[in-house]
Nanobody, 123 residues
Framework: VQLQASGGGLVQAGDSLRLSCAAS????????MGWFRQAPGKEREFVAG????????VYATSVKGRFTISRDNAKNTVYLQMNSLKPEDTAVYYC?????????????????WGQGTQVTVSS
């Protein structure tokens, strides 16, 4: 499975961005998907996850209420809508396909990763 993330950029605190992740494969609708981010000098951290059907999304505490993960299975795409961005949200954001059995929060449970898209939030 190939994943292509896009939509990053440089914004000011309080602004919004929407990231997209386009996936290859004819069985996208069966994938569990997640977004992670990695800031310089820090470990990769979980941001949000969504099941194959889109129900019951999961969020990191730090983004809950500000970020929304969604998917369009007809377009083989998963999105991350980021509102009220803060400087601490600055990172490279990665989308990933989770194994069918796994934990959203554990990056080791993800089989495929996109190349990442840079999000920079200035204060």
């Amino acid at each position: 499975v190939q994943l292509q993330a896009s939509g990053g950029g440089l914004v000011q605190a309080g602004d919004s961005l929407r990231l997209s992740c386009a996936a290859s494969g004819r069985t996208f609708s069966s994938y569990y998907m997640g977004w992670f981010r990695q800031a310089p000098g820090k470990e990769r951290e979980f941001v949000a996850g969504i099941s194959w059907g889109g129900g019951s999304p999961v969020y990191a505490t730090s983004v809950k209420g500000r970020f929304t993960i969604s998917r369009d299975n007809a377009k083989n795409t998963v999105y991350l809508q980021m509102n009220s961005l803060k400087p601490e949200d600055t990172a490279v954001y990665y989308c990933a396909r989770r194994n069918y059995v796994g934990n959203y929060y554990n990056p080791d449970d993800y089989a495929d990763w996109g190349q990442g898209t840079q999000v920079t939030v200035s204060s």
